[in-house]
């Protein structure tokens, strides 16, 4: 599949349009959740734009540091974000880093704008792998046309895994269904009225913690650290951090009150 869009004398990548598209819905999401607590959009939007710049800018850093050994001779590659290359891990800590200390300044609870954002990121990241599959990267192993067939996949989807001529596994699909069925689970949650500030970020964490975890088992493009894999390290920490925040909120924070969960 051509990860390029031709239009005459412009070239427009794909990843680069579902990239955008991710942001742009996931963060719009955000912002109204904020909202319909009682947050000024000027407010959100203004985080958001900074949290998603550093936190690109983070992402790519991530994966360069990752994989140094290649850019150190490629310097100028490091600028072509547009080939692929942004490590979701890389992008969530500098984007955290970012946002915590904008509510800092603020005097904004900070675990209350996190329930919020990550609304809108899980979904962002469901639409965001499919980049990858339009890149032909972020995939797993080599399997067989059968197994593929097997899984009733769209008949694209399976053109889309045939690479360098061996069919491999599509671990980016796997990643965009669970993410997506992490949001419908927390677009239902978020109305309960046992919900704790808090709950959703935890949530989210073991949500997406233990997908990856699993998943980048199957990958062959995985970040090392000598032989362990970097993806799987960070997400049995978010595992453990998701854990430790519920336990947390669950003793510590306070119900959403009023018409917050209506």
């Keep these: 599949m051509d990860p390029i869009i031709n239009l005459g004398i412009v070239s427009i990548h794909w990843y680069s349009i579902i990239l955008f598209i991710a942001i742009l819905v996931g963060s719009n999401l ?31 850093l991530y994966y360069v540091i990752f994989n140094f050994d290649y850019y150190k001779d490629n310097l100028i590659e490091i600028f ?4 692929g290359g942004l490590a979701i891990h890389g992008g969530i800590i500098a984007g955290l880093i970012t946002i915590a200390v904008i509510c800092y300044k ?7 704008i996190l329930d919020y954002l990550v609304v809108g990121l899980i979904l962002a990241q469901a639409i ?3 980049g990858n599959f339009f890149n032909g990267e972020a995939h797993g192993l080599v399997t067989t046309l059968a197994h593929l067939q097997s899984l009733y996949l769209p008949q694209f989807i399976i053109d889309g895994m045939h690479l360098n001529g061996n069919y491999y596994i599509p671990t980016f699909l796997y990643e965009s ?5 992490g949001f419908i689970i927390m677009i239902v949650l978020r109305r309960k009225k046992f919900m704790k500030i808090g709950y959703l ?3 989210y964490l073991v949500w997406y913690g233990i997908e990856r975890f699993f998943v980048e088992g199957m990958r062959t ?3 090392m650290f000598f032989s362990l894999r970097v993806a799987q390290l960070v997400s049995l920490a978010m595992v453990i951090i998701g854990v430790v925040l519920f336990v947390y909120s669950l003793k510590k924070s306070k119900k959403y009150e009023g018409d917050e969960n209506a």
């Design 106 to 112: 603020k005097k904004v609870n900070l675990l209350k």
């Design 30 to 60: 955000a912002i109204k959740e904020a909202k319909r607590h009682g947050f000024e959009e000027d407010f959100m939007v203004n985080l958001l734009f900074l949290g998603v710049i550093v936190g690109i800018v983070g992402a790519r």
């Design 128 to 130: 965001g792998r499919w």
């Design 80 to 83: 072509k974000v547009w080939n």
């Design 201 to 203: 970020t935890s949530f």
């Design 221 to 223: 493009d995985s970040l």
């Design 177 to 181: 269904v669970w993410c997506f069925i």
